[in-house]
């Protein structure tokens, strides 16, 4: 069993930054891969960004692409999402996720993720 649990979100004028963190506890493999979605009242969930555990690629929407950065720390056990010039349609909850088996093809798909945290909310001011 993997535990998820998201920090780092608040309120923030448009162009701010902020930066969540995920603290993974519990057995993970060198296959799993790590993700952050969203979700912003009214809308379905959505990928924003994804790194390999083991190799640390990584993979972003291109909403965020240039913004966002994904990291890892594998001695914390902790995974980041730094959010720069960050836009009033970023406001959402932001959820960590973890996947056991990670596949490119999927990757941004909800429903292949077998934990999850209990979010963290971002709110942009304009």
């Known amino acids: 069993q993997v535990q998820l649990v998201e920090s780092g979100g608040g309120l923030v004028q448009a162009g701010g930054s902020l930066k969540l963190s995920c603290a993974v506890s519990?057995?993970?493999?060198?296959?799993?891969?790590m993700a952050w979605f969203r979700q912003a009242p009214g809308k379905e969930r959505e990928f924003v960004a994804a790194?390999?555990?083991?190799?640390?690629?990584?993979y972003y929407a291109d909403s965020v692409k240039g913004r966002f950065t994904i990291s890892r720390d594998n001695a914390k056990n902790t995974v980041y999402l730094q959010m720069n010039s960050l836009k009033p349609e970023d406001t959402a909850i932001y959820y960590c996720?973890?996947?056991?088996?990670?596949?490119?093809?999927?990757?941004?798909?909800?429903?292949?993720?077998?934990?999850w945290g209990q979010g963290t909310q971002v709110t942009v001011s304009s």
């Open positions: 996720a973890a996947d056991r088996a990670f596949a490119i093809a999927t990757m941004r798909r909800d429903a292949v993720y077998d934990y």
């Open positions: 519990g057995r993970t493999g060198s296959s799993y891969a």
């Open positions: 790194i390999w555990w083991s190799g640390g690629s990584t």
